[in-house]
Nanobody, 124 residues
Framework: QVQLVESGGGLVQAGGSLRLSCVAS????????MGWYRQAPGKLRELVAT???????SYAEIVKGRFTISRDNAKNTVFLQMNSLKPDDTAVYYC??????????????????WGQGTQVTVSS
């Protein structure tokens, strides 16, 4: 069983910063892409940022230049540094990982995992 545990959410004033962390644990062959999504009240879950195993990143346009995703492969951890936060960034932030559970010559078992979410609230 693979678990993703997020931390670092909280309440911050507009213009402030927060750093989210997500640690993956459990029985895994490898972790492929990792990422952050968010869901605001009454809205669909949306992609914030993703990062590949080798460090290639992609961002939603709305956070480019303000958020930075990074990862520590040795610690199975992904981070999201959020700067210049705005009230519209208020949401529950979810960690995502694409994980290879096992791999044989004939078959690769890859699954998606999600964290439980961490609340980020930005006051105006």
């Amino acid at each position: 069983q693979v678990q993703l545990v997020e931390s670092g959410g909280g309440l911050v004033q507009a213009g402030g910063s927060l750093r989210l962390s997500c640690v993956a644990s459990g029985s895994m062959f490898s972790i492929n892409s990792m990422g952050w999504y968010r869901q605001a009240p009454g809205k669909l879950r949306e992609l914030v940022a993703t990062i590949s195993t080798r460090g290639d990143t992609s961002y939603a346009e709305i956070v480019k230049g303000r958020f930075t995703i990074s990862r520590d492969n040795a610690k199975n951890t992904v981070f999201l540094q959020m700067n210049s936060l705005k009230p519209d960034d208020t949401a529950v932030y979810y960690c995502h990982a694409d994980v290879t559970i096992s791999r044989t010559y004939h078959y690769t078992d890859t699954r998606d995992y999600w964290g439980q979410g961490t609340q980020v609230t930005v006051s105006s």
